[in-house]
């Protein structure tokens, strides 16, 4: 097959896409950095006197502490991802620095994927949130950037693939309204 692309990939697996969530999952930490920036310059503006040397000190001692308080967010969100292979959606979802946890699901167990963006920060930042319905219940995943084009993209994987899913039949065809009230109704 050739170069494996993440550790517990298969040998006969072929990874299709790769994703993460958006940017703004680091806003905590991006706030808490600027704030070390801010305070950083506190001493400086409170007593002018003490010159510029203690104002951009306090700059570069403020953007040190900020960028170790940024640090654990953006590792949340860099070891973050969602792989699509031939065979299976996998979800590494990485929490801090020591704490990792991974969902692994057969692309055949995918029966829906939805997609929700809600409330102007959503919409102009450009995210939203992915809805997967499967065999064992609901797959929410907040925050990933362009949703549509995810979904979209998924949908064509599982398509390719073979997989029926409730909205797009193998066929090309889409599902008429009446039908879909139908299919919410029997469920």
């Known amino acids: 097959m050739g170069d494996k692309r993440f550790a517990d990939q298969f040998d006969d697996e072929e990874v299709l896409y790769v994703f993460r969530k958006h940017p703004i999952v680091m806003r905590k930490g991006l706030v808490l950095a600027m704030a070390m920036v801010l305070l950083g310059t506190l001493p400086a503006a409170i007593r002018p006197a003490l010159g510029f040397g203690w104002f951009f000190g306090g700059i570069g001692l403020g953007l040190i502490i900020g960028s170790l308080l940024l640090l654990p967010s953006w590792i949340g969100w ?6 699509v292979t031939d065979q299976r959606l996998i979800q590494i979802t990485q929490k801090g620095l020591f704490h990792r946890s991974v969902v692994d699901m057969g692309l055949n167990q995918i029966q829906m994927v939805n997609y929700q963006i809600a409330g102007l920060e959503e919409t102009l930042l450009g995210f939203g949130t992915i809805i997967m319905q499967t065999l064992v219940g609901d797959l929410v995943i907040h925050s990933v950037h362009h949703p549509a084009r995810i979904q979209k993209k998924i949908l064509e994987i599982l398509r390719g693939e073979g997989i029926v899913t409730a909205a797009y039949p193998l066929d090309g065809s ?14």
């Open 174 to 187: 889409q599902i008429e309204n009446d039908e879909v009230e139908e299919i919410e109704e029997t469920e």
């Open 78 to 83: 860099y070891y973050s991802v969602f792989i």
